[in-house]
């Protein structure tokens, strides 16, 4: 299987089985600081909520619901998978690594060492109308950071 193969792999297996999808009655843990953001596409019709926990200075919980494309919503499971147990400032490294291979157009490659499966996005910034689907939970992301903190 090839690097490319692996990758769309791991983009197909996330828009099936969503990590941290289900926004809705899920708790803050008891003396976290929360934040939620609501992001949408107008281009496309993409839209994510996204809620964040922050405890101690590290993302306790996220949780996120949306409908869209299954860039977008693969996008969203990698993250919340990879963003739990994270501190603030690692999660906003993280988020400025994303952006700027997505941004890239195909220059810069992702490192998944810090990226984890969104390496596999990678692909995604040779297509300029693909980056904003990619790219929507990660901005949701960051907004509700920024709230919690």
């Keep these: 299987m090839s690097?490319?193969?692996?990758?769309?792999?791991?983009?197909?297996?996330?828009?099936?089985?969503?990590?941290?999808?289900?926004?809705?009655?899920?708790?803050?843990?008891?003396?976290?600081?929360?934040?939620?953001?609501?992001?949408?596409?107008?281009?496309?019709g993409d839209e994510v909520t996204l809620r964040v926990a922050v405890e101690d200075g590290k993302v306790?919980?996220?949780s996120w619901d949306g409908a869209g494309c299954s860039i977008s919503m693969a996008s969203a499971s990698v993250l919340s998978e990879l963003a739990e147990g994270?501190?603030?400032?690692?999660l906003h490294e993280v988020i400025g690594k994303f952006r700027e291979v997505l941004r890239s157009r195909g220059k810069?490659?992702?490192?998944?060492?810090?990226?984890?499966?969104?390496a596999a996005f990678e692909g995604v910034a040779r297509y300029a109308a693909r980056v904003k689907c990619a790219m929507i939970s990660w901005v949701a992301a960051e907004d509700a950071l920024n709230q919690a903190s």
């Design 60 to 62: 306790a919980q996220i």
């Design 108 to 118: 810069i490659h992702a490192d998944p060492e810090i990226l984890g499966d969104a």
């Design 3 to 44: 690097l490319d193969q692996l990758y769309q792999q791991i983009i197909l297996d996330h828009s099936k089985a969503r990590h941290g999808s289900g926004l809705a009655g899920i708790a803050a843990p008891e003396g976290a600081s929360t934040g939620q953001s609501h992001q949408l596409n107008p281009v496309c």
């Design 86 to 90: 994270m501190s603030v400032a690692e």
